[in-house]
């Protein structure tokens, strides 16, 4: 499967524990991006990598969230000390090097929820 | 902060029906991308389109793009059930900014 892959699919945490999340893109794809679905939404744009550089993050995003691309391959995306309101589905896309088009591909999520 | 507004919001209409969706944006781009999104499910892309005037089509859906107006259409031609789903536009502007979406349901 050449497809952007996560793991887990499924995460059912209790508040405050710490989770994390992977993502594996589409493998010439060296744009990553990471966003957070909530239920009746659009995506919500959180952060993004040009291989492993993190080039914009949301304002949005608080302390309590941390990205990483260490070799430019797969990404990480850590909550620390997660609350109900970060319940969601976050979603992974990439692309490919920045230019005319731009069109990303998404992964099928993973859904937290946080009791 | 940019604005992505997409309406209807929730659409339900027949089978063999035309109908248009529409999404306005707050930002010059000229790159506007459309998503379908099946219920928990994740986005499969649909269209690009980059630049003023461009028009895509495949089947029954059609996208256009007017950067001038700022705006972008959708359009569903003679419906089917298989298109029931979520729609929604995405604009970039350095991200990507999405709209809230248009759930349309197809009835029989």
């Known amino acids: 499967d050449t497809g952007v892959s996560q793991d887990p699919r499924h995460k059912i945490t209790k508040r405050g524990q710490n989770v994390t999340f992977r993502c594996d893109p589409i493998?010439?794809?060296?744009?990553l991006y990471w966003y957070r679905q909530t239920l009746g939404q659009g995506p919500e744009f959180l952060t993004y990598?040009?291989?492993?550089?993190?080039?914009?993050k949301s304002r949005l995003l608080s302390d309590r969230f941390s990205a990483e691309r260490p070799k430019g391959s797969f990404s990480t995306l850590e909550i620390q000390r997660t609350e109900q309101g970060d319940s969601a589905m976050y979603l992974c896309?990439?692309?490919?090097?920045?230019?005319?088009?731009?069109?990303?591909?998404f992964g099928p999520g993973t859904r937290l929820t946080v009791l | 902060e940019l604005k992505v507004e997409q309406n209807p919001l929730f659409l339900s209409m027949q089978e063999g029906k035309n109908y248009t969706i529409y999404c306005n944006y707050s930002?010059?781009?000229?790159?506007l991308y459309w998503y379908r999104q099946d219920p928990g499910k994740s986005l499969e892309s649909l269209f690009v389109?980059?630049?003023?005037?461009a028009v895509k089509q495949e089947g029954r859906l059609m996208a256009s793009l007017d950067t001038k107006a700022r705006l972008s259409t959708l359009h569903i031609t003679a419906a089917v059930h298989d298109l029931s789903a979520t729609y929604f536009c995405?604009?970039?502007?350095?991200?990507?900014?999405f709209g809230t979406g248009t759930s349309l349901t197809v009835i029989p």
């Open positions: 995405a604009v970039e502007d350095n991200q990507f900014y």
């Open positions: 389109l980059l630049s003023n005037g």
């Open positions: 493998s010439e794809h060296n744009r």
């Open positions: 990598f040009q291989n492993e550089a993190q080039l914009e």
């Open positions: 896309a990439s692309s490919l090097p920045a230019g005319i088009n731009n069109e990303q591909f």
């Open positions: 930002t010059t781009s000229d790159r």
